[in-house]
């Protein structure tokens, strides 16, 4: 079997495995613990960003906040 087909059975398996679990999946992507997590690690990299390009603090929090209403409860 080549990379190829190694590859693509391997992505299969994954699509496979989200397919059999995406309540349990959907249900950890909406916790509150997901929530928590998200917002530390999406304020971190809103704070570098800032710091790399603070005449961009405005546009850098509206996509943090878009992020944001991806992940977690709120």
Not at 13 to 34: H, P, T, W, Y
Not at 36 to 41: F, Y
Not at 60 to 72: L, P, Q, S
């Amino acid at each position: 079997m080549g990379i190829q087909e190694s590859f693509n059975g391997a992505v299969d398996k994954g699509k496979d495995l989200f397919e059999q679990n995406r309540d349990k999946i959907e249900e950890v992507v909406k916790s509150e613990q997901a929530e928590d997590v998200s917002d530390k690690v999406l304020d971190g990299v809103a704070d570098f960003a800032k710091k790399i390009a603070p005449g961009a603090a405005d546009k850098i929090d509206e996509i943090r906040d878009n992020a944001d209403k991806a992940v977690g409860t709120e």
